[in-house]
């Protein structure tokens, strides 16, 4: 098939990756770039700006078929308030929470509240409208912020307050038809900036697949208590959800519990757990547009998958770009280079963004993946790279 995949970060990169696999002739198109997919037989959406703005209702309108949420559905995401109303109204665990659309009230809230609180900005903030504060007084801090000085914009015009959780977490990620719910293999990603879940929080630095967190009873176990209630819930509201359901999960001594819902793949998880399935992803794609994702199988590869994000120095602060990357060519054939933050110039590949390359690798075991992984990244240098060494350490003996 011919697809066009919208975005062009690590993520894309795999999607790419895993579409060529099968024979797909594959075309990147910039997230920012106002698209017409008319050439295309399948456009797939990776990042969930476009999504909340509309792109696959747009697309539909014009004949063009698109794996992804409509602007409805994508609510799920881009606002922590809807999400936890919905959560509320159809019986799916997840923290105690108060949403707030003014400044006074929620600051009274913050001073009665009894238990450790997290302060969301309910809108879409890049991964950055969440504060898990230290103490009250940060607590107070970070609502200041998201709602008297704006930090995240319009994104903050609407705040959670919920209860702080505790506990491991996981990401689990389906394939949605509208209705039937597909779950992928659990994946883990690591927020923090360095070793030890030390330094400040990244888009994410690694990432491994499948999670020793989650056996396959519990997958089932978080299907029909998380995953379905929320697709026949999106369903009987009248935006029914197809695309890639993500939940990110806390495992608490009560059981899993939804700390937020994505509208799209993860990244890095997409970059892990891509590599793992075995079945034609537009054939997965298609049967979700089409509604018959009941009888298509969904298959997955033994072993595991590990993932190493390459960063620039610096990053997540301020960091250069338009580095000469070296050593791409020397990288053994078994492991996947998935460009995160790159370009091209004349001399070859330079960095062009805080997280440049994600180096993904299969094996038996998550310890035989890792080991390959860091094999593979021990070829690649640039200046101030910097990367985790422990991704998935924690997690060998679980
Ligand atoms: N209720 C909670 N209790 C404890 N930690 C939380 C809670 N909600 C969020 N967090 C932490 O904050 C991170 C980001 O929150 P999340 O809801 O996933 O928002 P986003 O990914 O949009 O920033 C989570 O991965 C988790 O580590
Ligand atoms: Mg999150």
């Known amino acids: 098939m011919r697809i066009t995949i919208i975005g062009n970060g690590g993520r894309e990169h795999a999607l790419q990756w895993k579409l060529a696999q099968h024979g797909h ?34 697309l539909v309108q014009q004949g063009v078929r698109a794996f992804g949420p409509t602007q409805a559905a994508a609510r799920l995401e881009a606002s922590k308030a809807f999400a936890k109303e919905f959560m509320t109204r159809y019986g799916i665990p997840t923290a105690r929470f108060a949403i707030f659309d003014s400044y006074a009230p929620a600051e009274r809230h913050l001073q009665r509240a009894d238990y450790p609180v997290v302060i969301k900005a309910s809108g879409l903030a890049g991964g950055k409208g969440v504060v898990v504060p230290r103490d009250v007084a940060e607590a107070h801090a970070a609502l200041h912020a998201i709602m008297r000085e704006r930090a995240f914009g ?31 293999l659990p994946a883990q990603d690591h927020k923090r900036a360095l070793d030890g879940d030390q330094g400040p929080n990244t888009g ?100 595991a998958c590990a993932c190493i994000v390459l960063a620039s120095g610096g990053y997540p602060g301020t960091y250069r770009t338009g ?42 075991t998550l310890r035989d993946a890792l080991a390959r992984a860091y094999a593979g990244v021990s070829h690649i240098h640039f200046a101030g790279m910097h990367y985790r060494r422990d991704i998935g350490a924690r997690w060998l003996d679980t």
């Open 323 to 364: 580095l000469p990357i070296q050593g791409l060519d020397h990288v053994p054939d078994d492991i996947l280079i998935f460009h995160a933050g790159t370009r091209q110039d004349e001399g070859g590949w330079i960095t062009d963004g805080g997280r440049v390359l994600g180096v993904a690798a299969r094996g038996s």
């Open 204 to 303: 994410g630095m690694g990432a491994f697949c499948p999670s020793p967190l989650l056996t396959p009873g519990d997958i089932d176990d978080c299907a029909s208590r998380i995953l379905q209630p929320a697709v026949r819930g999106m369903a009987r509201e009248g935006a029914p959800y197809q695309g890639v359901l993500y939940a990110g999960l806390m495992l608490t001594k009560d059981g899993p519990k939804v700390l937020e819902f994505n509208c799209r793949f993860g990244d890095p998880e997409a970059q892990v757990v891509l590599p793992m399935l075995k079945t034609d992803l537009a054939e997965i794609a298609n049967a979700c547009i089409d509604g018959r994702l009941g009888a298509q199988t969904v298959e997955w590869h033994a072993g």
């Open 25 to 58: 002739a594959v075309a990147m198109t910039h997230a920012s770039m106002s698209h017409d997919g008319h050439d295309a037989e399948l456009v797939i959406i990776g990042p969930e700006a476009p999504l909340a703005e509309g792109i696959v209702d747009r």
């Open 154 to 184: 319009s994104a903050g015009d609407q705040v959670v307050i919920e209860e702080r959780l505790e506990g491991p977490e996981v990401s689990l990620m389906a394939f949605c038809d509208g209705e039937t719910v597909v779950p992928m």
